[in-house]
T-cell receptor, first 114, second 112 residues
Framework: GDSVTQMEGPVTLSEEAFLTINCTYTATGYPSLFWYVQYPGEGLQLLLKATKADDKGSNKGFEATYRKETTSFHLEKGSVQVSDSAVYFCALSDLAGGGNKLTFGTGTQLKVEL | EPEVTQTPSHQVTQMGQEVILRCVPISNHLYFYWYRQILGQKVEFLVSFYNNEISEKSEIFDDQFSVERPDGSNFTLKIRSTKLEDSAMYFC??????????FGPGTRLTVT
């Protein structure tokens, strides 16, 4: 079945550091890929998405590129801020698998310190 | 900006009781979902709903669970007889297209 693997957290960075959170996936078909963010005490917010190979999703300085050859969708940001502290979830939706449910990774907690 | 809303934000119930969690999806969306997140664990799919019927459900979504869209705006999740292990955060989501889902803030369900 479909699955998503994320790097384990927590990840602790200093403000203005470069961020990479790794995400790889396994899917039956040709999935759409997503990053969701969950701030403390809040629900899930869609951060960015990519629906086909080589697409780059971007939002709020975050980027991720859909790499079919490596089945990856790594999240990057050039300069993190304290306000980016949250849990980040990689997810996929595989319409070819017969449904459009989201399959999530375990989440990676990011802590950004001054 | 339109958003998905959920009520209540926190529900405490005794084991064996029925609970109904309510969601108001974004108004022009056609696809509706429920997910849950047990504390410290990953977000898990429960059920998807489209065209007034369940389109997909997970193995978690057994006979104790049901969903309903009683009118043009609400989307509900009912748990008939709650168990301790049903304690979790329950998220509703809606989407205008099959691959896009927007989540509500969640209802924290505590079963005692």
């Amino acid at each position: 079945g479909d699955s998503v693997t994320q790097m384990e957290g927590p990840v602790t960075l200093s403000e203005e550091a470069f961020l990479t959170i790794n995400c790889t996936y396994t899917a039956t078909g040709y999935p759409s890929l997503f990053w969701y963010v969950q701030y403390p005490g809040e629900g899930l917010q869609l951060l960015l998405k990519a629906t086909k190979a080589d697409d780059k999703g971007s939002n709020k300085g975050f980027e991720a590129t859909y790499r079919k050859e490596t089945t990856s969708f790594h999240l990057e940001k050039g300069s993190v801020q304290v306000s980016d502290s949250a849990v980040y979830f990689c997810a996929l939706s595989d319409l070819a698998g017969g449904g459009n449910k989201l399959t999530f990774g375990t989440g990676t907690q990011l802590k950004v310190e001054l | 900006e339109p958003e998905v809303t959920q009520t209540p934000s926190h529900q405490v119930t005794q084991m064996g009781q029925e609970v109904i969690l309510r969601c108001v999806p974004i108004s022009n969306h056609l696809y509706f979902y429920w997910y849950r997140q047990i504390l410290g664990q990953k977000v898990e799919f429960l059920v998807s709903f489209y065209n007034n019927e369940i389109s997909e459900k997970s193995e978690i979504f057994d006979d104790q669970f049901s969903v309903e869209r009683p009118d043009g705006s609400n989307f509900t999740l009912k748990i008939r007889s709650t168990k301790l292990e049903d304690s979790a955060m329950y998220f509703c989501a809606s989407g205008g297209q099959a691959y896009e889902q927007y989540f509500g803030p969640g209802t924290r369900l505590t079963v005692t």
